[in-house]
């Protein structure tokens, strides 16, 4: 009788622990399926293509991009200060540096032009741009003007489009307007002021 006690005990110990066993199997093998199952499957391919990828694309996209960008002028400020910061541009070869400027524009200047816009000679072809910092005679930023080439933008004018910010980046005028009126004083040289090249 003793015995069978025992046994019953041990049967009983047994089978409990198994139980328990299982359930807590049960527990983590659904949580695991359920991270699992939340989470797409990842490729570490994908993750580190990622950042070689972004820049590629930002390469290409930022020579390509003159010919794309509309003329928007919230598409050209991103253009200039994020995707092809323009301070990082060319400059006209006999107009580098900081120069006295007239009015309209500030005290002192400093042009900066794309590769399309440095192309020798006139009519400048599509995509060109060009970008003035205008400064006070402090040397302080007050605007930043914008003349781009798009091409059916404004044929009677150079079909260029025309853009005046605030150093933040606030449009203060855009269109052709008066900045091409004044401008086409040089109509003979595709409307650019500052330069012979
Ligand atoms: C009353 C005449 C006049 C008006 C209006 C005018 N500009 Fe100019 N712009 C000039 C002169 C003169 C220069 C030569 C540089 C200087 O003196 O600052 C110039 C130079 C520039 C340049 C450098 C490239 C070049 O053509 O030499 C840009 C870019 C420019 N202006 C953009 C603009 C924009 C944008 C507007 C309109 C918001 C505008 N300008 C309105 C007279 C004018």
């Not at 006690?5 to 093998?29: E, P, S, Y």
């Not at 391919?45 to 928007?72: C, E, G, I, N, T």
């Not at 930023?141 to 798009?150: A, H």
Request: overall charge positive; aromatic content about 10%; glycine content about 8%.
């Amino acid at each position: 009788m003793k015995h069978l006690t025992i046994a019953v005990l041990l049967v009983a110990v047994f089978g409990f622990t198994a139980f328990a066993m299982d359930k807590t199997m049960d527990k983590t093998m659904s949580k695991s399926m359920d991270e699992s199952m939340s989470k797409p499957m990842e490729n570490p391919m994908d993750k580190s293509m990622d950042k070689p990828m972004d820049k590629a694309m930002d390469k290409s996209m930022s020579k390509s991009m003159d010919m794309m960008l509309k003329a928007d002028s919230a598409a050209v400020w991103k253009y200039i200060t994020e995707v092809s910061p323009y301070r990082e541009w060319g400059q006209f070869p006999d107009h580098m540096g900081m120069r006295k400027g007239k009015s309209p524009h500030g005290a002192l200047h400093e042009v900066y032009v794309n590769g399309a816009g440095l192309t020798k000679g006139t009519p400048k072809p599509e995509g060109a741009m060009v970008v003035k910092d205008n400064f006070n005679s402090g040397e302080k930023l007050k605007f930043i003007t914008v003349m781009y080439k798009v091409k059916g933008y404004n044929p009677s004018a150079g079909d260029w489009y025309w853009v005046e910010y605030s150093p933040e980046g606030k449009v203060l005028v855009e269109g052709p307007g008066s900045c091409a009126r004044c401008h086409s004083k040089r109509a003979d040289h595709d409307y650019i002021m500052v330069s012979d090249h």
